[in-house]
């Protein structure tokens, strides 16, 4: 059972390009959630979605970022115009269950891509 | 302030110690959990808890739930335990995440 992957691990893009960060879940997981890693900072919650939904998208940036999770396929970050304040690590992490309440959900957490905007 | 604070921000202890890391935090939870990241970044999760103590080979997480404290402790530490540790905890409104920025660990052998 592989577990969550994500690529590129590195990606490199100059101010004013697009960065698509993909997030493949471990298999039978329907619950996908993005973090940022800032250097020298702790992990941020970006945004949490489910197949097809987005359900909370509370830490995500108003501007230039979107997230979405399809039916078939990858989940995918898409930062548009990138700055040089979001070079980062962003990590995907995916959990069988979305763990409201007390519950034995653990998640998993991806290797990572680490962004550096030129 | 943060909503999960953390302590020490750094340790170095000798090899075959005994090590202790808190975790304080603010809000209502529903779960807390105790992350490791190596050098390089990848996360590992290491324990979730909603209550009492968790222990998984040396690794010992306690939370009190009343205090709104959790520790994390190690036995016997070795030098392949250094890493940084990281607690968070998901609020028991809604499905976010608050981290604590920390503890880097450094074992000597």
């Known amino acids: 059972n592989a577990g969550v992957m994500q690529n590129p691990r590195h990606l490199v893009r100059r101010r004013g390009q697009e960065a698509r960060l993909r997030c493949s879940p471990m298999?039978?997981?329907?619950?996908v959630y993005w973090y940022r890693q800032l250097p020298e900072e702790g992990l941020k919650f970006m945004v949490y979605?489910?197949?097809?939904?987005?359900?909370?998208e509370s830490g995500m940036p108003k501007e230039r970022f979107s997230a979405e999770f399809p039916k078939e396929g990858p989940s995918i970050l898409r930062i548009q115009q990138v700055v040089r304040g979001d070079s980062a690590a962003y990590f995907c992490?995916?959990?069988?269950?979305?763990?409201?309440?007390?519950?034995?959900?653990?998640?998993?957490f991806g290797p990572g891509t680490r962004l550096t905007v030129l | 302030k943060n909503e999960v604070e953390q302590s020490p921000q750094n340790l170095t202890a000798q090899e075959g110690e005994f090590i202790t890391i808190n975790c304080s935090y603010s809000?209502?939870?529903?779960?807390l959990h105790w992350l490791q990241q190596h050098p390089g970044g990848g996360i590992v999760s290491l324990f979730m808890?909603?209550?009492g103590k968790k222990k998984h080979g040396r690794l010992i997480a306690t939370i009190n739930i009343q205090e709104k404290h959790s520790s994390l402790h190690i036995t016997a530490s070795h030098p392949r335990d250094s890493a940084v540790y990281i607690c968070?905890?998901?609020?028991?409104?809604?499905?976010?995440?608050?981290f604590g920025t920390g503890t880097s660990l450094t074992v000597i052998p």
């Open positions: 992490a995916s959990s069988s269950r979305p763990g409201q309440g007390f519950s034995t959900d653990t998640q998993y």
């Open positions: 298999k039978g997981h329907s619950h």
């Open positions: 979605l489910q197949k097809e939904n987005i359900i909370d």
């Open positions: 809000v209502g939870i529903s779960a």
């Open positions: 808890l909603s209550s």
């Open positions: 968070a905890v998901r609020r028991n409104t809604g499905n976010q995440f608050y």
